[in-house]
């Protein structure tokens, strides 16, 4: 059966074997840890889409970690839980779903990250332009790399660490590696949300003290735009802080800007890519949005086993909250366009 074929039958395939018209949907948030219960115990990152925005209508999922939470005005909130494969089959498995139609969704990503303290600080909030993947690559133990070797990562089929973006094609590639989002859409949310309060505290100023050769990582938090790595490896320390910025660049072009670190986007994004080609979801229409929780990298005087496992300050409830007060800014403009595109930013 053709691809064509197949998108025009696949409502006829799915929708009588659930009895329902599927529900218009105008927006889904997709976050991806919930700490305890969805609702009534400390909030990780759904927790506060439920009880704040609020969303009522509970759905059972038993494809994914978590029920389901939903509105009369349009918006869906999943928890996909964490790590690449994780995200990818919750959100194949929503898109799949016959109850919704999220054929003209704005896809909502709001999650914390880890934040490079060369371009960001504590509690920010970053939206992104582009998407890399950073777990697809040829990696060797760092005790055995060349002494002329800045690191043991590669590029598929690389022979040696990638200096130029022409040496990601000289091996072989695939093509979830980068992710280049709508531009526009990214800049309208930065613009509509930028002067949005974001919370500090005397916990979050002091850790950012230790940060003395980093002045961004020492500012209070903002929101900002820059780019974001993707990787299930929790990774952590100054060289792959290095490495990092230069994957990015790498696989995004040199206008691109390493400035958060998660565990989830490229699949998200590969799951928003495979419903696009069968016309369930418009990948047109997706944001990306991290705040910060912890650095990637330690300060002076401590080393990156410390800095790894270390507390984040204040648990990264600031973070948590940037997450849902910006996007939830950004959500009311998009529900005010829906199915139109944003068109300009009202801060």
């Not at 898109?95 to 960001?120: C, H, K, N, V, Y």
């Amino acid at each position: 059966m053709s691809r064509g074929l197949f998108t025009l039958l696949l409502p006829l395939l799915v929708l009588p074997l659930s009895g329902l018209s599927a529900e218009p949907i105008k927006a889904v948030v997709v976050t991806m840890f919930e700490r305890g219960a969805p609702t009534g115990d400390q909030a990780g990152e759904l927790q506060r889409w439920v009880e704040q925005t609020p969303l009522p209508k509970e759905h059972a999922f038993p494809a994914g970690p978590f029920p389901l939470y939903s509105n009369d005005d349009g918006v869906l909130a999943v928890c996909t839980g964490g790590g690449i494969a994780n995200a990818t089959a919750t959100i194949m498995a929503l898109g799949m779903d016959p109850r919704f139609d999220l054929s003209q969704a704005f896809w909502l990503i709001a999650g914390i990250a880890g934040g490079d303290p060369e371009d960001t600080s504590l509690g920010s909030a970053v939206w992104a332009e582009h998407v890399v993947d950073g777990d697809l690559l040829y990696e060797i133990d760092a005790r055995e790399i060349p002494q002329d070797w800045p690191w043991g990562l590669l590029p598929l089929g690389a022979k040696a660490p990638a200096k130029r973006p022409e040496d990601i094609y000289t091996g072989w590639t695939v093509d979830t590696i980068h992710f280049a989002l709508n531009q526009d859409l990214a800049r309208w949310a930065f613009n509509a949300t930028q002067s949005v309060a974001l919370d500090d505290s005397p916990a979050m100023a002091s850790f950012r003290k230790a940060f003395t050769g980093h002045a961004p990582a020492r500012r209070p938090p903002a929101v900002q735009l820059g780019d974001t790595l993707a990787s299930s490896t929790y990774w952590h320390g100054a060289l792959m802080n290095a490495w990092a910025n230069s994957w990015v660049k790498l696989y995004a072009g040199e206008a691109a800007n390493f400035v958060t670190t998660n565990m989830e986007d490229t699949g998200t994004l590969t799951a928003l890519g495979r419903l696009g080609a069968l016309g369930l979801a418009d990948p047109e229409r997706v944001l990306v949005l991290r705040t910060v929780s912890n650095y990637s990298m330690p300060p002076a005087g401590q080393d990156a086993a410390w800095s790894s496992t270390a507390p984040y300050p204040d648990q990264g409830q600031p973070a948590l909250e940037a997450a849902f007060r910006v996007g939830s800014k950004a959500l009311e403009g998009l529900l005010a366009t829906w199915p139109d595109m944003p068109q300009a930013a009202t801060p």
